[in-house]
């Protein structure tokens, strides 16, 4: 996706703050805010936050079970699931 089109100076943003913040609802894409001609902020709606934060959250799981694998802190799958099992039959 390319942000070259949702690019924005914060004076435009001060001036039409209550628009800019219905486009981020409606079109759910991100807008780039520029100060003095340089980025300085990304603004986006607050449900494409959630999913980003839930996604990096995610990842932060997938990249912590990779790291246990390389640390060969595994078990037999076989194992986890009988032991699970086990644990099951005496709440029962």
Known sequence: MRYSSQVKPISYLKANAAEVLAQLSAQRTPLVITQ?????AVLQDVASYEETQ?????????????????????????????????KHATRG
């Open 54 to 86: 839930e996604t990096l959250a995610l990842l932060k799981i997938l990249a912590l079970g990779c790291q246990d694998v390389e640390a060969g802190r595994v078990k037999p799958a076989a194992d986890v699931v009988t032991r699970l099992r086990a």
């Open 36 to 40: 003095n001609g340089e980025a300085r």
